[in-house]
């Protein structure tokens, strides 16, 4: 964990708890041009999405492509492009976390779980790798 950039997931820790992403599933990005409430970012967002729509947004070069109903970002439509990995510094396209009861679990089965939130995922993240 000690080549992770943690300037970047702080970003991503503060873009995850900002409220401006729609929890969604399976996907990256899911229906982009549906349009949110309260100024958020049209669509629904796995986890691993707003850590592409993040690292797009401060810079990183990536290619965005909707197909059908999900928004491709760096090729992937379900995790990290290699792009994305190494500009955060994860070991994986779909990073471990460590839950609040020290449990372990990959980021989009997290993100998969109906009742878990973006804010809770935020929270994993800052446990991993930056505590």
Known sequence: MADVNKGRIRLLVAALRSGLYVKGTGFLHRDPYTPQGS???PGFWCCLGVAADVAHRFGLP???E???R???IGGSS???SASVRDWYGFATRDPELLQADGA???A???NDQP???LEEIADGFERTFLA
Do not use: K
Request: charged content about 20%.
């Open 70 to 72: 999900c928004e491709y």
């Open 104 to 106: 372990r679990i990959l």
């Open 66 to 68: 909707v197909l059908g």
């Open 39 to 41: 100024g958020a970012f």
């Open 115 to 117: 009742d878990s939130t």
């Open 108 to 110: 989009s089965e997290w």
């Open 78 to 80: 379900g995790y990290l």
């Open 62 to 64: 990536v290619i965005r």
